[in-house]
């Protein structure tokens, strides 16, 4: 079994920063494209950042010059530092990652339980 489970969510003031850690798990071959996503309450979720095995990254132009993401490969990690955080921000992260599963013929999206974080004004 593949599990990806987060940490690094709360409660922060506007201006403030977080970190968030993704940590892959279980039945790995191989580690692709890992992202994470957030959705705030009455809204679809959203791409805010992915970065490929090599370490090239995409964001979303709302968290541009904010947000940074990185990945560990030997440690299956994923973070995403997040600063000058604002209230729009708040939202519950997922973390993403394209993987293939041992003995698996094809990479699969697996997703993690979601960290809250809240931005108070």
């Known amino acids: 079994q593949v599990q990806l489970v987060e940490s690094g969510g709360g409660l922060v003031q506007a201006g403030g920063s977080l970190r968030l850690s993704c940590a892959a798990s279980g039945n790995i071959f191989r580690l692709n494209d890992m992202g994470w996503y957030r959705q705030a309450p009455g809204k679809q979720r959203e791409l805010v950042a992915t970065?490929?095995?090599?370490?090239?990254?995409n964001y979303a132009d709302s968290v541009k010059g904010r947000f940074t993401i990185s990945r560990d490969n030997a440690k299956k990690t994923v973070s995403l530092q997040m600063n000058s955080l604002k209230p729009e921000d708040t939202a519950t992260y997922y973390c993403?990652?394209?993987?293939?599963?041992?003995?698996?013929?094809?990479?699969?999206?697996?997703w993690g339980q979601g960290t809250q974080v809240t931005v108070s004004s």
């Open positions: 993403k990652a394209d993987i293939i599963a041992w003995l698996a013929s094809i990479a699969t999206d697996y």
């Open positions: 970065i490929t095995r090599g370490g090239s990254t």
